[in-house]
């Protein structure tokens, strides 16, 4: 019974949020004045019609890999983590200072190095909002809202006084050097048959496929996911039962900050090759979206970040092609695909979830 | 003669300062007592900052269109209306997450606006600058100008409370408004037991969902003046994302000020200070200290919410039911 309630909300809740998601883009493009059946296969033609299209999706799909997990682990701890946005840009910063300091030491080192650093510097501006959590029951959504300010005002405090490029008026780093910049799939293809065009798909990818498997293994098959697990579900009985569930809060909260941090590696080292003041552009707000559409499991997850990696270049490609639609729609799909979970998660586990189990129990009754 | 003068120019710095302070304020306030009437009924509300950003496209896009401000005022709250219900079907008739919901409207609001405002106006995301009459420029009360050379109070009346628009009066009339409701009629009285003890409320034979949403239409025909101030009186049209986290830090004067009508508003008037004072000081250079960090003001109100948050300002207790949905019969 409770197998065929997952079941169906796993199956269910998904399909019913896509669709509910593309026929709110298709809406708003309607209400925008160009033909909405045209706009949705532009959209999907963009994302997947050609190599250097799925070449993008799969970057932007990287991305929100690391944000969808920094989102679903804490989530399993019960804990709702909205500072994706900040911690990506400090692990942002971690990388970068690991750039600048290590100078000329060997390329693959420098990457490790900033590999280590992007994933500490994000864990590290969750901690003090899982402290709080954990030690004084300040609620997580809050302080990691007020992190994302506070990181914001920080990047650019940095970037304006100490992190600019010297005779420089953007608000951006020096350019990284050139044997820093990862092979993409651009550079592999170009002169062949399959040119991908600009496409910034690079290496990080398995790391985000490599960071998936780690969260399932983690939450599956170490005694601290089973804590984690078991935070999440009943804290206090976690509690009695000899668990320190302060001690989970921290290290759930933080190993979500870690992943964060880690989609700075990706845009950095793909793409940008330079610190910016707005790195991520908006990744961890989308990374509540994957989260909650791949309902937490690392399959779930991967298969939700194709899916919006491969409807933000869609949305490019339509804003290309349709100048009157711009990019945001695509904001707007993920508000709609986050408030139909949202929804439905209440609806299957109350009304649904209740006629269900009355259902399955009244024979029972009736025997007795 | 020259400390006389001295004097008199920081005089004149501290009524603009507090003036400007009143006016940023207001937004601040309409919007942190929309979240109070939400969290108070036991709805969590992180959609403010969308709600808002919603009223101010749709304020300032009919007002223009129409060439009225009334016109505008109400189509910026039926908008925030909309999105305040849309946020009661998920988490009270649904059920379902309060946080999600409200972080979903966000981002609804967030893209469609400025995909509206350049597919309707064409101008990246904007509206056409409103003409005069399609918003709200300053109100002089009676006897302001008249008073102006009376020392101290008639100059205080004159550059302090006179001389904004009407949703700033509107703001600031909702807070005794909002704390007589709360504290002295019978629908405040069931508001606060709705948030304290749904349980309670449903053995009276009341209904928390009807109460719920009660708190919701009052939430959103708030955030929609505060939206509306944004677009139609602070500014001359709607910018792309305008709102600028005034929704968050709406919610942060909220748990400053405890849930309660008065505090919360000293709370909007101390984030409005460091607002205003940021503006002034940008690029000035004190003596000793080099050029003021301006960054480091704007990010003072969140750093004091998160010393009460963390319990070393002093306690804060929420709403005991904020965010537990109660189950529809």
Known sequence: MRRLCRALAALLIPAASLAVALSAVAGLVLIIGEDPGRALLTLVRGALGDLEGIGYTLFYATDYVFAGLAVAL?????????????QAALGGLGATLVVFALGDTPAPLVLAAAVVAAAGFGAAWAFVPAVLQARRGSHLVITTIMFNFIAAALMTWLLVEVLIAPGQSALETRTFPSALWLPTLADVTAGTRFDAGEAPLNPIALLALFAAAIYWILLRRTPLGYEIR???????????????????ILLAVCSGGAFAGLIAINELFGAQHRLTADLTAGAG????????????????VVLAAVLFGALNQGGAAL?????????????????VVIFVCGMLDGVVRGHIGQSLRTLWTAPARQAV | MDGASAAGGVSLLLLSLAG?????????VLAALAGLYAERAGVVDIGLEGKMLAAAFVGAAVASLTGSAAFGLGAGIAAALLLALLHGIAAIAAGGDQIVSGMALNLIAAGATPSLASAWFGQRGTTPPLPSGARFGPIALPLAQSLSEVPIV??????????????????WLAVPLTAFVLSRTRFGLRLRAVGESPEAVDAAGLSVARLRFAALAVNGALCGVAGVCLSMAQGNGFLRDMSAGRGYLALAALIFGKWRPWPVLSACLLFATADAVQARLQGVVLPGIGPVPVQLIQAVPYLITLAILAGFVRTARPPRALGKPYPTR
């Open chain 1, 74 to 86: 804490p989530f399993q701890a019960g804990l709702f983590n909205i500072g994706g946005e900040g």
């Open chain 1, 230 to 248: 078991a935070a999440g579900l009943n804290a206090l009985a976690t509690q009695a039962a000899g668990i320190r569930v302060p001690r989970i």
């Open chain 1, 285 to 300: 707000f989308a990374g509540i979206a994957v989260a909650l559409l791949g309902r937490g499991h690392p399959l779930g």
């Open chain 1, 319 to 335: 804003s290309f092609d349709m100048p009157a639609v711009t990019r945001d729609v695509v904001t707007v799909a993920e508000g």
């Open chain 2, 20 to 28: 400007s302070t009143v006016r940023l304020a207001a937004p601040l």
């Open chain 2, 154 to 171: 008639g100059r205080v009346y004159t550059a302090i409370i006179s001389g904004h628009s009407l949703p700033v009066y509107l703001a």
